[in-house]
């Protein structure tokens, strides 16, 4: 079992960088690939990045956004560049069992509240 908690979202101009963590509880912390997606108002849950248990292995799915995780403090980061009014979500950390499912919102077992993250222009 794994409890995350999302913290460092907030209203941001555009072009500005945001920071987002995820503080984790739970056992096995290392074992899990940790993702972040996010969600805006009338749409579906999109990936935005992920990495694997020891952090070797990331993706994300722009080169603005940079995942980063800090096993012996049970953490994960989410550093975005350039933010864009289109970046306005919700953003959620997740926690889930294969890399190779990292993508999917279903390869997720836990997931935090979600912090929102709102860019104006």
């Known amino acids: 079992q794994v409890q995350l908690v999302e913290s460092g979202g907030g209203l941001v101009q555009a072009g500005d960088s945001l920071s987002l963590s995820c503080t984790a509880s739970?056992?096995?912390?290392?074992?899990?690939?940790l993702g972040w997606f996010r969600q805006a108002p009338g749409k579906e849950r999109e990936f935005v990045a992920a990495?694997?248990?020891?952090?070797g292995n990331k993706d994300s799915d722009e080169g603005r956004f940079a995942i980063s995780r800090d096993n012996s403090k049970n953490m994960l980061y989410l550093h975005v560049n350039s933010l864009k009014p289109e970046d306005t979500a919700i953003y959620y950390c997740?926690?889930?069992?294969?890399?190779?499912?990292?993508?999917?919102?279903?390869?997720?077992?836990?997931w935090g509240q979600g912090t929102q993250v709102t860019v104006s222009s």
């Open positions: 997740a926690a889930g069992g294969n890399f190779r499912d990292r993508r999917f919102p279903g390869g997720y077992d836990y």
């Open positions: 739970g056992r096995a912390f290392s074992t899990y690939t």
């Open positions: 990495i694997s248990g020891r952090g």
